[in-house]
């Protein structure tokens, strides 16, 4: 099982090649695989950067929180890029976004999944409502229907991220045709008063919430 950390900020748009540029340094000249750092995505969404942070093990557990050991020099050559999202930061930690919901199917994930990053905006306190209409969904068949391996629900001040595992060759196969299912169409409208496009003047479709990647780490031992 893998443990997900999220980090939200804002970031300069057009900015990724050089956020990038630095972690893929780091992340060759560090072994961030020691600090239990088994992947990393780094994703861009309008003016948002989201840092996805893999770990083998929890780690409440493990204690092992830090992604690098090169932290201090990443966030200063990042500083000009990336920047506190929440309007109530006082130190990094508040940059880490809080998971109110986790599903997976019982049994062995497939080895081969591919992981999507939705992004919106949550209304406040609506994150037990959000999880209520996921767990509603997630107790039939729609997971099943779409291949999915894992779905984690985070949120940030007024941002919601929605990471959303699923077998690759199910993911491809149902990209486009999720509005063939009305029992998809049910779970967008039930979540319709909570979650809103992170710009709605720029949405035009489910697709136009999904976050881009630009960097990508996965440790090779």
């Known amino acids: 099982m893998v443990f997900r950390n999220v980090i939200v900020c804002h970031m300069v748009p057009g900015s990724e090649q050089i956020v990038g540029g630095v972690f893929g340094h780091y992340d060759q000249a560090t072994r961030p695989q020691d600090l239990g750092v088994i992947g990393r995505y780094l994703l861009s969404h309008h003016d948002l950067y989201i840092h996805v942070i893999e770990r083998e093990q929890d780690p409440r557990i493990s204690g092992q929180t830090r992604g690098l050991p090169a932290f201090q020099k990443i966030a200063e050559e990042i500083g000009p890029y990336v920047t506190p999202y929440p309007r109530y930061w006082k130190n990094p930690s508040d940059s880490v976004a809080k998971e109110f919901y986790h599903w997976a199917p019982e049994g062995e994930p ?12 949550i209304k406040p306190g609506a994150e037990p409502d959000v999880a209520r209409v996921f767990g509603e969904s997630d107790a039939g068949s729609l997971p099943a229907d779409l291949g999915v391996t894992g779905r984690w629900l985070y949120s940030i001040d007024d941002v919601y991220v929605h990471l959303l595992e699923q077998e690759s060759s199910v993911a491809e196969a149902t990209r486009d045709r999720h509005g063939d299912k009305p029992a998809f169409g049910k779970v967008m409208q039930d979540l319709g008063p909570y979650i809103e496009p992170y710009r709605p003047e720029k949405w035009q479709g489910p697709q136009d919430s999904v976050a881009t990647v630009f960097y990508r780490w996965q440790a090779q031992d």
């Open 110 to 121: 497939p080895a081969d999944t591919t992981l999507t990053v939705i992004v919106g905006r």
